[in-house]
């Protein structure tokens, strides 16, 4: 028995002397291949230095003390974390390391950056906590460049190869010192940031609950505190690979759109100044963000920044304009919408209901807002909706380029390119005060769309407008309407202008207005034998062109809604008759004039009884048709009209007609 319990003795201890042995064996390697991995960084330029390193075998605990390490990059980016505690760790392979659970306590990050200014910017995180970690288990290389681009995207790669269900850091506060008073320095802090469901480069979820921000700025020798607070920011299905491709500069021929993030959401946002406006916006959500690597080139943009605070040269500005015009090209955003944003000034303020556009290849699909509404000392003003249709960023941004030469403007039609790069635009339901008189214009809409360009010029036009006002009575033309009753105009007018170019044709239709209380009209007017060069911006070269153009039909019809009664009631005031009397003596001189005429012209005679009973019967409609006899050249028509209007209604067949 006794040798029993000396057998079994000797095993225990034996077996307990194994086991610590190899915990002492495991200790020592795991030592060692963390040294391995602080040396690789020394190696590679960098700093790097910790403390004591523990590993527990029982419970697979691995822990580093007073870890701190420094880039070779120039501007260096250093590190400082006071202890790393990683439970459960596994090495599933000679390439991977896992752990059940990582915490780091107390770290630190901070960086520099030397573009434009001395931007100098910490981190402090008092905890990061992993679960269901995996990674690589040694250090890859650093990129060799110092470029802060590069080093973003070694960073961004780094994340591609971590898996983690996921990641919280329960608070970050930060300090931002850019070294220039003007551009001023601040705090700021997150709070409950959480990253979800780390894989092969993707994450399911990116949320913080809030963030905040205090600055100041230097502006004329005083300072100014700039405070700003979001809440509940959030971003879903975010694509670290297909950043780093977008970053790779061996992707620089890649025209394929990579989308980074499904959808970005924030919720209140509000920003604050001493004496400046408290601005809010209630939501913020942006869907599809992506870009194309052949056209986001963000290290040629920043190698054109001039350093410190030098002024760009015309050559160097024209560049960056090139170069952010290509960012936009690169860009793609599928839908962006601010909602409720709000500005209080001391002088008043406004508020807007929504603001959206979108982007692709340097454009903006619409932009626009809706739902303004501010004040003026004159009055409130309203706004339901303005939108501006496919607006070119990136080709604005290239014609501004040209303007950066006061000593060399750009050409005529270089400038006038401006216009093509919006298609149109539109306004509804707009609302202000007209001066001080307490009374409102309103606009219920403009819709204005252009295209078909021959040159910079477009050949094709369309024109809606409603809208109303009060009449002035400080002015001259319209105190007779003053006079006849009426307090304010209305109008609806619908216009359109199209050239084609194999008939060489131009008409104007439709060409309606009505003016509120007074007539309708509308017209068709056409040319023939307009030539593509009378678009050109030389007016010389226009103006021979012109020469070629020939008038065709013109169909006018009026529709009488009381304004031949206002001009009826405005002859007798004038002449201090009656309404009966006035409208006799219009009619009478109308007749007396087409007679005078009917033997050069008989058609004179056939138009002058129409109008006259369309004077002598109020409410009526006039129609109006000429028919050119033959080929009339436009500029003679012209011509003739300033000379001899009577010749010039010569070279047309009349016809006239008037029914109700």
């Known amino acids: 028995m006794v040798k029993i319990l000396m057998g079994l003795a000797a095993a225990v201890v034996i077996a307990v002397g194994g086991f610590f042995g190899f915990e002492l064996y495991t200790q020592h390697r795991i030592e060692g291949e963390v040294a391995a991995a602080f040396e690789q960084i020394r190696a590679g330029g960098g700093k790097a230095s910790h403390g004591k390193v523990s590993f527990d075998l029982r419970s697979r605990t691995?822990?580093?003390a007073d870890i701190a390490t420094e880039s070779a990059s120039q501007p260096p980016v250093g590190v400082k974390i006071a202890s790393i505690t990683a439970s459960g760790v596994g090495q599933p392979d000679a390439a991977q390391f896992s752990a059940d659970a990582i915490e780091a306590i107390d770290l630190e990050?901070?960086?520099?950056?030397?573009?434009?200014?001395?931007?100098?910017?910490?981190y402090k995180m008092p905890r990061i906590a992993a679960k269901d970690f995996s990674g690589p288990a040694s250090l890859p290389r650093p990129p060799a460049s110092p470029s802060m681009i590069d080093q973003y995207r070694f960073l961004i790669e780094q994340l591609g190869a971590l898996t983690a269900s996921s990641i919280t850091v329960p608070s970050v506060a930060g300090t931002m010192n850019s070294g220039n008073p003007a551009l001023g320095s601040g705090e700021f802090a997150y709070a409950n940031v959480t990253l979800r469901d780390i894989k092969a480069g993707k994450i399911a979820a990116v949320t913080a609950d809030r963030m905040t921000f205090t600055g100041t700025t230097q502006a004329k020798g005083k300072a100014e505190k700039v405070t700003g607070d979001l809440a509940n920011l959030a971003a879903q299905d975010v694509d670290a690979v297909a950043a780093a491709t977008i970053l790779d500069p061996q992707r620089a021929n890649d025209d394929q759109y990579y989308r980074v993030y499904r959808q970005i959401t924030a919720g209140a946002y509000t920003i604050s100044s001493g004496q400046g406006p408290k601005v809010?916006?209630?939501?913020?959500?942006?869907?599809?963000?992506?870009?194309?690597?052949?056209?986001?080139?963000?290290?040629?943009?920043?190698?054109?920044?001039?350093?410190?605070?030098?002024?760009p040269t015309p050559a160097q500005a024209r560049e960056m304009m090139e170069r952010a015009a290509k960012i936009y090209e690169g860009m793609r955003i599928g839908n962006a919408e601010m909602r409720g944003f709000s500005m209080d000034m001391p002088e008043g303020g406004f508020k807007l209901a929504s603001m959206r556009f979108s982007l692709e290849n340097g454009k903006t699909g619409e932009f626009a807002i809706e739902g303004f509404d501010g004040r003026t000392p004159q009055g409130p003003i309203k706004l339901s909706r303005f939108a501006l249709k496919s607006l070119d960023i990136a080709g604005l941004l290239r014609l501004t380029a040209l303007f950066s030469n006061p000593a060399q403007p750009p050409p005529p039609d270089q400038a006038l390119g401006m216009i093509a790069l919006l298609e149109g635009a539109e306004l509804k339901g707009f609302t202000a005060p007209y001066k001080n008189t307490g009374r409102l214009i309103n606009v219920d809409l403009v819709n204005l769309d252009w295209g078909q360009f021959v040159g910079p010029i477009p050949s094709k036009a369309r024109l809606t407008a409603k809208m109303s006002g009060p009449l002035d009575t400080t002015h001259p033309g319209q105190r007779m309407l003053i006079a006849a009753g009426l307090d304010k105009m209305a109008i609806d007018l619908d216009l359109g202008t199209a050239w084609t170019e194999a008939s060489r044709s131009f008409v104007l239709e439709p060409a309606t207005v009505e003016l509120g209380g007074m007539l309708k009209a509308s017209a068709r007017v056409s040319l023939a034998?307009?030539?593509?060069?009378?678009?050109?911006?030389n007016p010389i070269q226009a103006a021979a062109m012109a020469t070629q153009i020939e008038a065709g039909g013109i169909e006018l019809t009026v529709r009488d809604l009381g304004g031949v009664d206002l001009a009826v009631a405005h002859y007798a005031r004038m002449q201090n008759v009656s309404r009966d009397a006035a409208r006799q003596a219009i009619v009478q001189d109308i007749r007396a004039s087409a007679a005078k005429t009917a033997i050069s012209n008989p058609d004179a005679e056939a138009l002058a009884d129409s109008v006259a009973r369309f004077i002598e019967t109020p409410g009526t409609t006039l129609t109006i048709k000429l028919t050119p006899l033959g080929k009339v050249p436009v500029m003679q028509l012209f011509q003739m009209l300033q000379t001899d209007p009577l010749i010039a209604l010569a070279q047309f067949r009349i016809a006239a007609s008037t029914g109700l």
């Open 62 to 64: 691995l822990k580093i």
């Open 529 to 537: 034998n307009v030539p593509r060069e009378v678009f050109s911006i």
């Open 109 to 122: 990050l901070n960086a520099r950056m030397t573009a434009g200014a001395d931007w100098q910017v910490t």
């Open 280 to 311: 809010r916006i209630d939501g913020l959500t942006v869907d599809d963000i992506g870009a194309r690597p052949s056209r986001l080139q963000l290290a040629a943009l920043l190698a054109t920044i001039p350093a410190g605070t030098a002024q």
